[in-house]
């Protein structure tokens, strides 16, 4: 393989793998999200009336979006940087 | 003032999640590029331990019955193990590979008290079936982990072990008290509510 060859390659593998990690999380918050707007009764902060602590402390949408975004901000940013660092 | 059995369920789906996208990215980006910056190292193994130590409550508040106790009671031991060989692997005080075994000995452990502790058949009720479904993910996915110890640069069983943890909480999200489960619903599992 020519050494544009490689390098071509090697671009196209940290671009790749760039641009999953930069996926993860906001696919999770927009399945959160989905899930909301499927199942909005399971939102009972929308309707918070007659509900219970824990229905209206757990969320489960909320909290895959929750799970989503901390991952996205704290994790999947500072490791992109990195990979751009190494390259 | 005790959380419905439900909302236990979701709270972990929630931290298995992060764990799996924890994992995801790991298997990514390869171990070197993960521990380019030590707190990340650290960072799996250590919800890991977390969960674990959360599952002592759920142990202690959750007395169903004595088979519901001993399988809480094993996936808190066995989830400590696995996070804490791992901290240790990271931290370097661990230096034998075989630690690595502890986490699909914990995903076995775990698969196969899923199991055990759910008396009923798959379509008595969803929670039946979620608690089914979450045993023989396991129970079958610890062979990532298991590849994983012995080839640590496989992204097949690094991302292996990383989807299961997502599939798992996908199930344990899906789990609802009283729910039916594809139409199904044993009346002996009570009225359905939600």
């Not at chain 1, 959160?32 to 939102?43: E, K, N, T």
């Not at chain 2, 519901?68 to 400590?80: E, G, I, P």
């Not at chain 2, 023989?136 to 069983?157: D, H």
């Amino acid at each position: 393989m020519t050494q544009y060859a490689t390098e071509f390659l090697r671009s196209h593998t940290w671009s790749a793998r760039k641009a999953v990690l930069l996926t993860l999380g906001p696919c999770s918050a927009v399945a959160g999200f989905a899930w909301a707007l499927f199942q909005p009764w399971r939102l009972t902060l929308l309707h918070p009336h007659g509900q219970g602590f824990w229905w209206l402390v757990v969320e489960p949408p909320l909290l895959v979006i929750l799970a989503g975004v901390l991952f996205h901000v704290l994790v999947a940013r500072p490791l992109v940087d990195d990979l751009e660092d190494l390259r | 003032m005790q959380p419905p059995a439900e909302h236990v369920h979701w709270l972990f789906a929630t931290g298995i999640l992060f764990l799996g996208l924890l994992l995801l990215a790991e298997a990514v980006v390869g171990r070197e590029v993960w521990r380019r910056r030590r707190w990340r190292a650290y960072l799996w193994p250590a919800l890991l331990f977390g969960l674990g130590v959360l599952m002592w409550p759920v142990m202690v508040l959750f007395t169903n019955s004595t088979v519901h106790m001993l399988a809480h009671s094993a996936w808190a031991q066995v989830m400590m193990l696995a996070g804490a060989a791992e901290l240790g692997l990271v931290s370097g005080r661990l230096r034998h590979e075989a630690w690595r075994l502890c986490v699909p000995l914990m995903l076995a452990v775990s698969g196969a008290a899923f199991l055990i502790h759910e008396a009923n058949p798959w379509l008595y009720s969803r929670s039946a079936f979620v608690h089914h479904l979450c045993g023989w993910i396991l129970l079958v996915g610890a062979i990532f982990p298991l590849g994983a110890a012995f080839k640590p640069r496989s992204w097949v069983f690094a991302g292996g072990y990383a989807l299961v943890m997502v599939a798992v909480s996908i199930a344990l999200f899906t789990s609802r008290d009283v729910a039916p489960v594809f139409g199904h619903l044993d009346p002996a599992a009570g009225v359905q509510h939600r």
